[in-house]
């Protein structure tokens, strides 16, 4: 991140990169919905934001993932960088209020935090462009962008060509509700025995139910079916070959 950030200050990286996360529900819409694959093929990099791929990799890799990377987790490595280096975050997403709540948290835990922007995520599209020139007014060097999916991997492949001089448009779904204190994680052991989901259906039970009932099965069936090594081809993509457990057919 730090050096996709420097390289787009020197000019050198002119379009920003897309990095989203892979999870069960990512893996099942991915199979099921053509558009949907189309846009995640198109990203930069994909992390793999679940135990189940973690453990997946393990049984059919040569090489497994190291570990899980949970956007909540890595927020806050994020932000030492971002302290570190002096980069400047723009948050963008969530409910009126969620995302500033969020913020003000995370300059708390880390002072000299430079979060430039905070908008909600329930904007018209005609807002879109004042968006974008706020964006880069801002000098912004990593947006957050906090949509949900399908609509945020869409969004950000759409703000690639608008935002020339961000580095990264950073997914993270549900992030800002967390980071604002609103919804609490599962505890340690939970997310070590990947049951990370459990704990979120039961804050959520009426949100998730059908969510995870349609989607578990589903994923389960193409993590175990057809979790490899990465594909020669993808190799030269950063993070995409051995992030991608699960999802290529
Ligand atoms: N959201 C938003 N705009 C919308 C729809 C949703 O900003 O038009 C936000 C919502 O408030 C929540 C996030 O997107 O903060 C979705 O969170 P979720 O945990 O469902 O993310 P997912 O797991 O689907 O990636």
């Not at 093929?41 to 497994?64: T, Y």
């Not at 971002?82 to 997403?93: E, K, M, Q, S, T």
């Not at 002072?111 to 995520?121: A, S, T």
């Not at 578990?216 to 457990?245: C, H, R, W």
């Amino acid at each position: 991140m730090t050096e996709d950030c420097r390289a787009a200050r020197g000019g050198m990286l002119t379009t920003p990169k897309v990095v989203a996360s892979s999870n069960g529900s990512v893996i099942a819409r991915y199979h099921a919905d053509a558009t949907f694959r189309a846009q995640i093929d198109q990203v930069d990099i994909l992390d793999a934001d679940g135990m189940p791929l973690v453990f997946a990799s393990r049984l059919f890799c040569a090489e497994p993932l190291r570990e899980r990377v949970a956007t909540t987790d890595f927020i806050d490595d994020a932000c030492e960088a971002a302290v570190r280096d002096g980069l400047n975050f723009y948050f963008l997403g969530a409910k009126p209020g969620v995302a500033a709540k969020a913020a003000a948290r995370l300059r708390k835990k880390h002072p000299g935090l430079r979060i430039v922007g905070v908008k909600h995520g329930y904007f018209s599209e005609e807002e879109l462009d004042g968006i974008c020139a706020d964006i880069l007014a801002r000098k912004t060097d990593v947006l957050w962008l906090g949509l949900g999916s399908p609509r945020q991997e869409a969004l950000a492949l759409r703000l690639r060509g608008k935002l020339a001089g961000v580095a990264w448009i950073r997914v993270c779904g549900g992030l800002f509700d967390h980071m604002s204190g609103s919804v609490r994680r599962a505890p340690g052991w939970m997310q070590s025995f990947g049951l990370e989901w459990l704990h979120r259906l039961a804050m959520e039970p009426r949100r998730l139910a059908w969510r995870y009932l349609c989607t578990n099965p589903v994923a389960l069936f193409y993590l175990l079916t057809q979790t490899m090594d990465a594909v020669p081809s993808l190799e030269g993509v950063s993070g995409l070959g051995k992030a991608s457990i699960g999802l290529w057919s």
